[in-house]
């Protein structure tokens, strides 16, 4: 298994080649607003979007959307 490597930087501008992923633990409490995901809401609008629908209840499907 590979080892995990951490990298200090803007998370919401991925540097290097392949595919990166952007992991960040959140609430389930339907609160979106602050810190990390204020950056991610201005640069991408969906993962807001899908984290809002998911808390209504609605089944959110995770997809490559580059």
Not at 19 to 22: A, D, Q, S, T
Not at 33 to 39: D, M
């Given at each position: 298994?590979?080892?995990?490597?951490?990298?200090?930087?803007?998370?919401?501008?991925?540097q290097g080649k392949g595919?990166?992923?952007?992991a960040h633990v959140c609430n389930d409490l339907g609160g979106w607003?602050?810190?990390?995901?204020?950056?991610l809401s201005r640069r991408w609008p969906e993962p807001e979007a899908a984290f809002r629908r998911?808390?209504?209840?609605v089944p959110v499907t995770v997809y490559d959307v580059g």
């Open positions: 298994m590979a080892e995990i490597t951490y990298v200090r930087g803007d998370a919401t501008a991925p595919v990166k992923v952007i607003g602050k810190g990390f995901v204020l950056a998911r808390h209504r209840g």
